[in-house]
Every structure is written in structure tokens, then in C-alpha cells.
């Protein structure tokens, strides 16, 4: 018998062997909800990052329409930030939500908010609740959500440069913002897992070894990021890890990560990382590029490269772009259901 | 030149790299107190001290949260030093204009190469994040500035660069100025594609490029 989506996933996560990987899109940093998908439909954003009834038609379009094989909410980074204080501009239908204005200008004048009372507050609420539209209308489809990583989250609520400097200037101040901001995700996931999600990403764009480097990422991205990933997996549910960027200075402290897998832009060769590092459950990393600028048969060609590397979850290698078209997803989702046979 | 005249240009250079702010101040009240030529300390000193923090990120030994610090150390230094510049010192700086394409927020990476390119001797005009196309080709034209440098992290906003080349040539104003382009999703590639005059990898590259396209202009001059 075959295995239904969510079997698939959380067998592949809990290292079980499987028919074949699982094609997946997690939602917020990788966003999989295209301008094609939304006129379709008429399901669009902005307006679905408000309301869990179109949050959940419009993940459901997206599964439909690309062949992803899971749920993917909410569709943007900021849900975290809003609630701790940022200025949001919610975007357009082809552009994602982004922070408009940190309200902190240092990690010490950042103001630790009740954390109950924050789960109350702006869209929090919505995507756990569509959260649980999509896993009680689909229980065979695993709903992912994503989650902003403790490093972005900290640095979309505090001037950046200064947050950044601050990694060495400020460590007290520093750790204590981190380690407010990763309680309030583990509140967060905990949430979703509640409505119903599978599985939780944590996408985390400014903890990258460009930006930090090898020790800041050690002693910040790791140590938090960590925290985050015990706290949902005290829930029962598995977490995966997207790394942006190149990561070769921080290659070491992959393995450290307590995530069940590993998600890595596409510069990153996941067979080579895979081989260094037998144990990690690698995912990634079809190049957004070609999804959004190439043909069908090389997007299928490249998938099945990816299949016939061991790749154990394909994916996209970063956050899509909305111009993207449903034809170059589609080859991608096909081939792997295809068992990796490239056109 | 004296000894001392060394010695604290070497001071002010190291407290730069060290990212030693108070050091900085010290070193640039000791120069002005001396009498030294504040242009020279700012030369020598200050920028020499980027110049060697620029490379450490180079060769990742420093990543962006030192270098930022360097770079406050630096203006530090050089709060102190530039109410003693003459004004007849320095030459004309070449001008640029730079920022974060229309749709984006992100804007460490056009900050650090606009602190490498101030400390390189470019005059720069900062737009912030998420401006609209037009807004850079009228901020060129108005300061004539001799670079236009567009930066941003997300594939969706690529498109505004292109569109600030294609208003520089309908208005027929494209050869007046240098079009540079970086951030995460750029490549040589694209900047090839829309007609920009260069791609740089990183902020490090961004002043290697800067550098060499104004370069020809002075030599016909």
C-alpha cells in the first residue's frame, strides 16, 4: 500500500525507509503562494494573511494547483515581529509582507511583553486556526508550519546594524532578547501543533555563516535555534531547519543542530553535505531561479538529479518567487512522484 | 613626515581593525592636538584601518558584525578629524548614489557598501530601503553623481533595477552614469541582462568595481 503525503513526511523525518521522497513547500519563508495559483482562484494576498478561512483555501489552492505534497502557512515572515512590536507593510499580491519599521533601536530597550497575552494579539490566532481547518479537511496532507527563526525574529524587532553589533558588544542584552524571543516561538509552534500541524520549519535568513560567521552563528543561531527546536519537540512533532546562504563557515555546526532536518540554499551540495555527514536528514534545494526562469524539462531534469543524489525531502532551495509559474512547480512535484525519472 | 606622525596613523589604523571606538577618539584628538594634517590621519589612519578590516572580510575572518564595528570606530575617528580638514585638501570625490530597490527592506548589505565606499573616498547619498526606480535617476541627476548602486535580497524586486536602466536611456541620460548592482539573488548574469555596468559579489567587491569604473573617466579628464 502506499503511503498517504503525511506517513511519507514524518516517516522520512523519523529516518524510516520510503517509496520515494516527499515534495515539499513549507510556507513562510518559502512561500509557495504564486500569482498564477491566486488569480485562478481569487484567493489572494494581502488578504489571506488576515483571515484563517482564506489562509486555508488559499494552502489548499496552493496544494491542488502545484502538486506540493503538504500544507504550507502562514505565507509570510512577520506574524512573530507584529506581535512583538514591529511596523508591518502587509505587501501586495505578488510582493510578501515585510517589516517596515523595528520598534527597539538596542536589544537592552527591548521590552519583554507577557507571552500569553501576546498569542492573543494580531494574526497569531488566524494561522493556528487554519492550522486546524487544513488538518481536520485533509488528514492525509501534512500541515508544516513555519515559523521566523530566533536570530530573524530578534532582528526584525531591533534595527538590525544595531542588533547585529550587539552580538559582540552587547552579549548579555543579547542573549536575554534571544532568549525572550525564542520562548515566544516555542508558545507560537506549540500553537500550531495544537491546530493540528505536522511538522514546524524554521526558517532563519539573517542566522547565516555570511552574515554571523562561524562563532556568532555558534554561539547565538545554534544555541537558539535549539532551544526553539527541544521546546516543539517536547509537543511530539518534528522540526526542520532552513540555512540560507553559502555555508561553508559554519559547516561544522550543522550537525549540532537538534532539528530532524536540514533545508540548504541551492549552492549547497546536498549529496557532498550528506556524505560529510551521514546522519542528517537532508532536504532542498531546487534553485528558485530555474523555477522561476527556466523551462519544465530542465526544472525536471534537475529534480531528478536531486532524487538520484539521495536527497532525502525535495524542495525549493530558497524562497520562491510569486512570478513563478505553475508549469516549471508542477515538473518539479511530477518528477519526484514519478520516482525521479527526469523529462 | 615625523615618527609620531606614523605612529598615531598606525594607532588610528589599528584601533579601526581592533573596532576600538575610544581608541579611535584618543588617537584623532592626539593628531588634532599636534597639529597634524587631519586629511593624512584620515588617509593613513582611519581608512588604511577599513581598508585592512575590509580585507579580513575578504578572507572571512571578519563577517558583517565586525565590520560594522570597525566601521563606527572609524567614524568615530573621523567626528573628530573632519572640523580640522581643510577644505582645499581633498580632491574632488566621485559621487554616488545608493539603495534598496522598490519592494525591499532589507539593507545591511547596501549599508556596508556604502560604509566601504565613504571610507574609500566616495561621496555617497543614501535613498534608505525600498525606493522606487525613479527616485534614483532623479537623485542622480540632481548631486551628478557619476554611480547609481542598486541593491536587493529578494528575487521579487530584481525587476525595479532593470527599470532604473530603462529610464536612464529613454530619458537619454544612460551613458552619464555608472549602473552598479548586488544582493543576495544578483548575479553577473543578470546584471549582464539588464544592461548594468557591474556586479559585485560583496561589499569588498562593490569598491573594486566602483573604483575601476570611475577610474577611466579621471584618465580622460
Known amino acids: ?343 | 613626515m615625523g615618527q609620531i606622525d606614523n605612529e598615531l596613523f598606525k594607532r588610528l589604523s589599528d584601533a579601526v581593525v581592533d573596532m576600538d571606538e575610544d581608541e579611535a577618539i584618543a588617537a584623532a584628538n592626539e593628531v588634532v592636538e599636534r597639529g597634524i594634517d587631519a586629511y593624512q590621519a584620515i588617509e593613513k589612519g582611519l581608512s588604511a584601518g577599513m581598508e585592512r578590516a575590509g580585507q579580513f572580510f575578504d578572507e572571512e575572518e571578519y563577517f558583517i558584525p565586525e565590520l560594522l564595528m570597525c566601521s563606527d570606530a572609524m567614524y568615530a575617528g573621523m567626528d573628530v578629524l573632519k572640523p580640522h580638514l581643510r577644505s582645499d585638501g581633498a580632491a574632488e570625490k566621485h559621487k554616488v548614489v545608493i539603495g534598496v530597490v522598490e519592494g525591499d527592506t532589507h539593507d545591511i548589505g547596501k549599508n556596508l557598501v556604502k560604509i566601504m565606499l565613504e571610507t574609500s573616498g566616495f561621496d555617497v547619498t543614501d535613498l534608505g530601503r525600498d525606493i522606487p526606480p525613479a527616485r534614483f535617476v532623479e537623485t542622480a541627476k540632481e548631486i551628478g553623481a557619476n554611480i547609481i548602486a542598486l541593491s536587493t535580497l529578494m528575487t521579487t524586486t530584481m525587476d525595479g533595477m532593470g527599470a532604473v536602466v530603462r529610464q536612464l536611456s529613454e530619458e537619454g541620460i544612460r551613458d552619464r552614469f555608472k549602473v552598479i548592482v548586488g544582493g543576495g539573488p544578483i548575479s553577473q548574469g543578470f546584471a549582464d541582462r539588464i544592461g548594468a555596468d557591474g556586479y559585485a559579489v560583496n561589499a569588498a567587491d562593490a569598491i573594486r568595481l566602483a573604483r575601476a569604473l570611475v577610474a577611466p573617466a579621471e584618465a580622460a579628464a
Open chain 1, 1 to 343: 500500500m502506499s503511503l498517504s503525503p503525511k506517513e511519507r513526511l514524518l516517516d522520512t523525518l523519523g529516518k524510516k525507509k520510503v517509496d520515494r521522497p516527499p515534495v515539499v513547500c513549507t510556507g513562510g519563508m518559502m512561500n509557495a503562494a504564486i500569482v498564477d495559483v491566486m488569480n485562478r482562484t481569487g484567493h489572494t494576498l494581502p488578504e489571506g494573511h488576515f483571515r484563517s478561512d482564506l489562509m486555508a483555501e488559499l494552502a489548499t489552492d496552493v496544494n491542488h494547483d502545484t502538486g506540493f505534497e503538504n500544507f504550507g502557512i502562514p505565507f509570510c515572515m512577520t506574524v512573530e515581529a507584529e506581535v512583538l512590536g514591529s511596523e508591518i507593510d502587509f505587501g501586495t499580491l505578488a510582493c510578501e509582507p515585510k517589516i517596515a519599521r523595528e520598534p527597539f533601536v538596542s536589544n537592552a530597550q527591548v521590552q519583554f511583553r507577557d507571552i500569553d497575552r501576546m498569542l492573543d494579539s494580531g494574526r497569531i490566532g488566524q494561522v493556528a486556526e487554519a492550522a486546524l481547518l487544513l488538518s481536520r479537511s485533509n488528514p492525509d496532507v501534512p500541515v508544516i508550519g513555519s515559523i521566523t527563526g530566533p536570530v530573524s525574529t530578534a532582528a526584525s524587532i531591533v534595527d538590525p546594524m544595531i542588533f547585529l553589533k550587539e552580538l559582540h558588544k552587547k552579549r548579555e542584552d543579547s542573549h536575554r532578547v534571544l532568549d525572550y524571543v525564542s520562548d515566544f516561538l516555542i508558545s507560537f509552534a506549540r500553537l500550531l501543533v495544537d491546530g493540528g500541524a505536522s511538522a514546524i520549519c524554521i526558517g532563519d535568513p539573517t542566522a547565516t555563516g555570511e552574515i554571523l560567521g562561524p562563532r556568532l552563528f555558534q554561539e547565538y543561531a545554534v544555541t537558539y535555534l535549539n532551544k526553539v527546536i527541544d521546546g516543539i519537540h517536547a509537543t511530539g512533532v518534528p522540526v526542520l531547519v532552513h540555512i540560507c546562504g553559502e555555508m561553508k563557515a559554519v559547516k561544522p555546526s550543522i550537525p549540532q543542530l537538534h532539528s530532524d532536518a536540514i533545508s540548504t540554499d541551492a549552492f549547497v551540495n546536498l549529496k557532498l553535505l550528506k556524505e560529510e555527514y551521514p546522519q542528517l536528514t537532508t532536504m532542498g534545494n531546487l534553485s528558485t531561479f530555474l523555477l522561476e526562469l527556466g523551462e519544465p524539462d530542465k526544472v525536471s531534469r534537475h529534480t531528478a538529479g536531486l532524487v538520484r543524489d539521495g536527497i532525502d525531502i525535495i524542495s525549493p532551495a530558497c524562497g520562491l518567487s510569486t512570478a513563478s509559474s505553475i508549469r516549471n512547480i508542477q515538473a518539479m512535484t511530477q518528477t519526484v512522484k514519478d520516482g525521479g525519472r527526469g523529462w
